[in-house]
């Protein structure tokens, strides 16, 4: 699984790493407000076309968008020991 999202600097992709629930991590890491997609591996293209890479986001097709360290920590309460980058 990855996580898209858009910035200035185009299309960025994270790899939220194995046994972990993606969501959660595009939650925390994407940055607040920021819609993000959560998409599987198989759906991306080729790794060497990576800086050509553009994907629209929208309300429509979006999974989420990121959240502040408060949203953050009232979301995943659990989780409150987790640092939040605003």
């Given at each position: 699984?990855?996580?898209?999202?858009?910035?200035?600097?185009?299309?960025?992709?994270i790899d939220p790493g194995?046994?972990?629930?993606?969501?959660?991590?595009?939650?925390?890491?994407?940055?607040?407000?920021?819609?993000?997609?959560?998409?599987?591996?198989?759906?991306?293209?080729?790794?060497?076309?990576?800086?050509?890479?553009?994907?629209?986001?929208?309300?429509?097709?979006?999974?989420?968008?990121?959240?502040?360290?408060?949203?953050?920590?009232?979301?995943?309460?659990e989780l409150s020991h987790?640092?939040?980058?605003?």
């Open positions: 699984m990855k996580i898209l999202f858009n910035n200035s600097e185009g299309l960025q992709v194995p046994n972990v629930d993606p969501k959660i991590i595009a939650d925390k890491t994407v940055p607040k407000g920021v819609p993000y997609l959560i998409v599987g591996d198989s759906d991306l293209p080729s790794r060497e076309t990576r800086p050509a890479w553009e994907c629209e986001i929208t309300t429509e097709n979006k999974h989420g968008v990121g959240l502040s360290k408060a949203q953050f920590h009232k979301k995943y309460p987790w640092g939040v980058i605003e």
